[in-house]
Each structure stands twice: as C-alpha cells, then as structure tokens.
C-alpha cells in the first residue's frame, strides 16, 4: 500500500511561471488536504477538498492559488505567477473518511521560485 | 483563532539523553498530534492524544487538556530521533492548527 504520493519531489519556477503541485492520496482515502510549511515555520493549512468538491478553502490565498480533486486523477494544487513569496515546500495528506486524525501526510513538493 | 506554542525552540542533546517538550494551546480541542519531520522532510505522526498518557517505545506522550497543554518525552535519545518535532491541534475536526515546531539536535 504506497503512502500519499506527492510529485514532483522539487520543483523550481522562475517569477510570473506556473506551478503544479500533484498528490495521490493512499488507496482509499478520498479526502485530502494541503498544507503549505515556510522556511523555518509550522505547516499551514490551505485546503481541504473531497472528490470533486472543495469543503474548506479558508486557509488559501485569496489570488493566484486554486486546487481541484476530480473524480479521476490526483489531486492537483496550482499557483499561476508565482512570486518569491511562494517558496516553500508544501504537503498534502489524506484521509479514508474525513477528520484531521486519520490523516497521513506525503513527502512534500519543496518549491522554489527564482 | 487557536494559538499554539511549542517549548524550547531548540535543542541540544547528547546521544543517550532524556528530554521533555512542551505544547501549550489556547483553547479547547477535539484533536491533539505529535509529528516529528525528519532530516529529510518527511512528516510522521507519532502520536494522536487529545487526553490522556501514551508511549511508543522510547517516546511517551501526556496531554492535559483542562490545562491545555501536552507533553512528548524522549527517553534515552539517539541520533535518528534528530529533526524538527510539531505539535498539531484540530478543533473542528478536519484541520490542524501546527505550533513552530522544537528543533531537536541529537549529537554522538
């Protein structure tokens, strides 16, 4: 049973360039989340999506960041015109019914904007 | 919103050594997590204890949720124990709030 798969494992972007963040959840799971973690901080709490459905979005910036979970496929975090302010690795978890304590977290996709 | 603090910001052990960190939380909870990020950056949970005492080999965690805080103990600590360790809290059941971690350095 493969963990979250998060790819790619770093990505580098320069300034005003897209970027795709993909998670697979674990076999079964069909809730994710995404957590953004800055350089030398806590993770952060973006979204939280079910398939075809975004639950809770408070935690993403307002501008520039969406994310989707469609019925088929990973789920798939995307940042257009990225900024320096972007660097930061970012994690996807998930979880087989929903709720924070079942969660598993990936690898992380450490981003790099230059 | 929920503030979390962690308890020492970092720290320094010789291999074999114990050491305690702290959470301290603002508010009630329905959720309570230990993670430790490795070297390499990857998350594991170690624990999930809104109440209540449990231990996992060498760590043991305590949380007292009427005082709000909780504790991990690191007994006899090795050099793979190194890393960052987070306190997470939920408190509406889908997402963590995470402190600022305790770095921990564990040296030979």
């Known amino acids: 049973n493969a963990g979250v798969m998060q790819n790619p494992r770093h990505l580098v972007r320069r300034r005003g360039q897209e970027a795709r963040l993909r998670c697979s959840p674990m076999?079964?799971?069909?809730?994710v989340y995404w957590y953004r973690q800055l350089p030398e901080e806590g993770l952060k709490f973006m979204v939280y999506?079910?398939?075809?459905?975004?639950?809770?979005e408070s935690g993403m910036p307002k501008e520039r960041f969406s994310a989707e979970f469609p019925k088929e496929g990973p789920s798939i975090l995307r940042i257009q015109q990225v900024v320096r302010g972007d660097s930061a690795a970012y994690f996807c978890a998930s979880s087989p019914l929903g709720g924070s304590r079942g969660y598993t977290f990936g690898s992380g996709t450490r981003l790099t904007v230059v | 919103g929920i503030q979390v603090e962690q308890s020492p910001p970092d720290l320094i052990l010789q291999e074999g050594a114990n050491s305690t960190l702290r959470c301290n939380f603002s508010?009630?909870?329905?959720?309570l997590q230990w993670f430790h990020q490795n070297p390499w950056g990857q998350l594991i949970n170690l624990f999930y204890i809104p109440s209540g005492t449990k231990q996992n080999g060498r760590l043991s965690a305590t949380t007292v949720a009427t005082e709000r805080y909780s504790l991990l103990y690191i007994s006899s600590s090795q050099t793979t124990d190194s890393g960052v360790y987070f306190c997470?809290?939920?408190?509406?059941?889908?997402?963590?709030?995470f402190g600022a971690g305790t770095i921990l350095r564990v040296k030979s």
């Open positions: 508010d009630s909870v329905n959720n």
């Open positions: 999506l079910q398939k075809e459905n975004i639950i809770d």
């Open positions: 076999k079964g799971h069909s809730h």
């Open positions: 997470a809290v939920g408190t509406d059941g889908n997402k963590l709030v």
